[in-house]
């Protein structure tokens, strides 16, 4: 089951605070921008085609959930989970609880990587890879960065942390410097992300999402060894 820490309660303790604030401000509100079942459709494409994906993480679970959304509906879930000392392993589901990809931990072929893991459709093929870079020194102000390859090993973009955000912030971009995704944290009791294309590249929305998610994951992994020492 899920550790409730204390980013949770006090992100809790925030919202209802500004809750209380907004409430008898207006009476007006917004249907939210719902897209028609698709019950029917193909997933992938509906979240490839996407420009804005929503992930929040699952309040009780006895493994590390994601519910990833599209104009406010659930598409899917991405589920991990730790495998003796193999690593981790993700898997992206939709909403019909079809697999449509996972996310294996592997050795690392990069100096520079500190974790590695391989991207693979349906069939086990592998579509690419994403690579950890951890920094250890203090000049850095990130803590680490991110590299997204494909299935040749050739490198289509990196991460870098938004500094002096709110909240957890961070771009993707290709290898010219051009940002292709921006993801921020937002304010919630759970763990939630919202992803944005900012232009089309070769570089997934699938990806982006299983990045964030690894992501979120180690930031968690990180907060509770913190919280035992205390």
């Known amino acids: 089951m899920k550790k409730i820490t204390k980013r949770n309660i006090l992100n809790l303790i925030t919202i209802l605070i500004i809750s209380s604030l907004l409430m008898g401000c207006s ?29 929040k993480e699952k309040f009780i ?7 990833i959304y599209v104009a406010g509906e659930r598409i899917g879930t991405v589920s ?10 993700f898997t992206f589901t939709d909403a019909n609880g079809n697999e449509i990809a996972k ?41 680490y960065n991110f590299h997204i390859y494909d299935e040749e090993r050739n490198e289509l973009g990196y991460t870098k942390e938004r500094i002096l955000s709110l909240f957890y912030e961070f771009n993707v971009y290709d290898v010219s410097d051009e940002i292709l995704f921006k993801i921020s944290k937002k304010l919630d009791i759970v763990d939630s992300y919202e992803i944005v294309k900012q232009k089309e590249s070769d570089i997934s929305m699938k990806d982006v999402v299983f990045l964030t ?3 979120d994951a180690i930031e968690d992994s990180a907060e509770e060894k913190d919280d035992n020492k205390n």
Do not use: H
Not at 28 to 52: F, G, H, I, M
Not at 80 to 89: A, S
């Open 27 to 55: 009476s007006k509100t917004n249907s939210p921008n719902y897209v028609a079942s698709s019950s029917q459709e193909d997933y992938s494409s509906l979240l490839e085609e996407a420009t804005t994906v929503k992930i």
């Open 61 to 67: 679970s006895f493994k590390k959930e994601y519910d």
């Open 80 to 89: 991990g989970k730790y495998v003796n000392i193999t690593g981790d392993v």
């Open 103 to 143: 996310e294996k931990q592997i050795k690392r072929w990069g100096i520079k990587l500190n974790r590695l893991a391989r991207l693979m459709d349906t069939e086990g093929n592998i579509t690419g890879y994403i690579g950890e870079e951890f920094f250890t020194d203090f000049l850095s102000l990130s803590k």
């Open 213 to 215: 998610c690894i992501i």
